[in-house]
């Protein structure tokens, strides 16, 4: 059983960095894809960024192409995503996710193991 905690997420304003960290225990870590999703009240969860395994190969959503990056530090079972030129449309509770595969699903439902959330509020 894999356990995920969030943490970074906070209140910034439009243009502002934050970088949110993701630490996993319970598991083989370098032997799952991580991933970072979002999600807002009245949307359903939505994908935000993948990273494989190996942390060769990474995805993103088009609307954070360039603004975010996704890695992750398997020593220290951790995954990160780093957020620049932040918009209020990211604002979101931002969950982490990891499934045992080796490229990182855009569904939700192909994920099998979820933090609880960070939220993040940018402000204009």
């Known amino acids: 059983q894999v356990q995920l905690k969030e943490s970074g997420g906070g209140l910034v304003q439009a243009g502002d960095s934050l970088r949110l960290s993701c630490a996993a225990s319970g598991g083989q870590f370098n032997n799952y894809a991580m991933g970072w999703f979002r999600q807002t009240p009245d949307k359903a969860r939505a994908f935000v960024a993948g990273i494989s395994w190996s942390g060769r190969r990474t995805k993103y959503a088009d609307s954070v192409k360039g603004r975010f990056t996704i890695s992750r530090d398997n020593a220290k079972n951790t995954v990160y995503l780093q957020m620049n030129s932040l918009k209020p449309g990211d604002t979101a509770v931002y969950y982490c996710?990891?499934?045992?595969?080796?490229?990182?699903?855009?569904?939700?439902?192909?994920?099998?193991?979820w933090g609880q959330g960070t939220q993040v509020t940018v402000s204009s």
């Open positions: 996710a990891a499934d045992y595969r080796d490229y990182p699903a855009a569904d939700p439902a192909s994920w099998s193991y």
